[in-house]
């Protein structure tokens, strides 16, 4: 059985990705410090899939503690790389907080891959490093421009950090991929977005609001230049973004090329509002929501050009946004918060 290691395995993303390279036949290994999951994300795993990854409880960032990990799993496949800190407010608020673990979590990550040859790298990025691109849909080669925040900044480098190391070493290959905006949840509701405290993103902020945790929603700003005023991204169910992975991986294994980048969303643009009639309609739920000012930082709009995805990774967005909220909205009401 091939091994995958995960970095930020009990993460919202990673947790959705260790059930599908489990699906997929892969043993995985599991590292996460547990600084934004709670370790009962493992229990959801196995009740999903019947198998509990190998965890480690160790920090990235921890050289000593991280290659304890890469001697004794140096047999992987590939890494799966998503232990990073992710809230772009806060990296405003704490750029060397956010440059110092994002980036340092990746040198130590590529120097225990070059140590013990594992030779696929599969790098969780972001749209973000687009910025607000001139045309859209953007495609791989649209400009990557200095991002608002020092979090879309630590995506770029590492994507030059990546690019670097790769042209430097004979065996090392790596894909990238730039999520767009992920959201939903297993539609077993037994793992799902987790923010701790008061949600940054819209999806999970919708939910506590409709579930009663929040007051109400502010939707910051209607006055854009888009056609209901709302802001637009590209939202992507959270399993369909997961499996995205597994595709990466075996690409990497059939040796194609050194490294790649591919985007990874829906190819379609919704807008706040849409978002939220959609979460209404699909859960019969009213929201309770306020049209406030803008949210500094915030890009107008962004979606995918998602061909290159398609065509060679062989990857496509599968779950409907209707789904995916109604997923996002069942996790909601199971979820358990102290
Ligand atoms: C989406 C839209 C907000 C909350 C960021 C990162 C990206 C990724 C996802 C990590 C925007 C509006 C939001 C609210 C609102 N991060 N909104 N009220 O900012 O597009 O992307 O998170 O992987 O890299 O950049 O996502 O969900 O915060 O916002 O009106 O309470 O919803 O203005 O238009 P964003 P988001």
Request: proline share 4%.
């Amino acid at each position: 059985m091939q091994k995958v290691i995960i970095t930020g395995g009990t993460g919202y993303i990673g947790s959705h990705t260790v059930v599908e390279f489990q699906n997929a036949g892969f043993e995985v290994v599991v590292i996460d410090n547990l600084s934004n999951s709670i370790i009962e994300v493992l229990d959801g795993i196995e009740k999903i899939t019947g198998i509990r990854p190998i965890f480690y409880q160790v920090d990235v960032t921890e050289q000593k503690d991280l290659e304890i990990v890469f001697q004794k799993h140096g047999d992987a496949v590939a890494i799966i790389h998503f232990a990073a800190y992710k809230a772009v407010g806060e990296s405003v608020q704490e750029p060397l907080k956010y440059y110092h673990n994002n980036i340092q979590g990746l040198l130590n990550v590529l120097s225990n891959m070059l140590k013990y040859d594992i030779p696929n790298l599969v790098f969780s990025s972001s749209c973000t490093v687009y910025g607000q691109p001139d045309k859209l849909p953007v495609t791989e080669d649209t400009p990557v421009v200095k991002p608002e925040s020092p979090y879309g900044n630590t995506k770029k480098i590492n994507e030059e950090i990546i690019d670097d190391t790769i042209n430097s070493s004979e065996n090392l290959c790596a894909i990238s991929l730039r999520y767009f905006n992920p959201i939903g949840a297993h539609t077993s509701a037994y793992i799902g977005e987790l923010p701790l405290g008061v949600p940054d993103n819209l999806l999970p902020y919708i939910t506590q609001t409709a579930i009663g945790l929040r007051k109400e929603l502010s939707v910051f700003g209607d006055n854009y230049n888009t056609p209901d005023g709302t802001a637009i991204r590209d939202y992507i169910n959270v399993c369909d973004l997961a499996k995205a992975h597994v595709f990466a991986v075996k690409r990497l294994l059939n040796n194609v090329l050194k490294y790649e980048i591919f985007n990874i969303g829906t190819g379609k643009g919704s807008s706040v509002m849409e978002i939220i009639k959609a979460f209404e309609t699909s859960t019969g739920q009213k929201l309770n929501y306020k049209i406030v000012d803008r949210r500094a930082g915030d890009i107008e709009q962004v979606w995918a050009d998602t061909s290159k995805a398609n065509k060679v990774l062989g990857w496509k967005a599968e779950v409907s946004l209707d789904e995916t909220v109604k997923s996002a909205w069942e996790w909601e009401k199971k979820v358990k918060r102290d």
